[in-house]
């Protein structure tokens, strides 16, 4: 019985330290939303999680090399924007252009990866709670 309790303490904690790091995710990303001038692309904060996706060109998310710099590219913050009903499905959107990849500050080009990866941590949560709500449609009642 002792295992069980004791399984069930561990998930408890675990999905309580989800809810922490989302909820300070959240509260750095919108600073850095600011900082980075992307609220003058983008009103409202909450505003960016309707772009399907946020990118970036100029610099490596990969994680082997995050961050890197790509010589001879720009570095720019693009959002990829989705209309079902448009002839044309997705459409990018600049939403920060900071030049050329190697000459932008160590610090900016620094904060500009962790614009994105905060975003991408924050919209696979969004993602999560949508699939899980579209699989309520498949519960049968018992």
Known sequence: ???????????????????????DNLAILQNLYGELG???????????????????????????????????????ILAIGYDKDAVVKSKNISLGYFGKAENVDEELKNKIVEFIIRFRFEKSFMTLEHYHGMLESFKTDE
Do not use: H, P
């Open 38 to 76: 992307i609220n003058q692309k983008v009103e409202e904060f909450g505003e960016i999680f309707n772009f399907k996706a946020v990118n970036l060109s100029g610099a490596s998310l990969l994680n082997d090399s995050l961050g890197e710099i790509k010589k001879g590219k720009y570095l720019q």
């Open 1 to 23: 019985m002792s295992s069980a309790l004791d399984r069930l303490k561990n998930l408890t904690n675990k999905i309580s330290s989800y809810e922490r790091a989302r909820k």
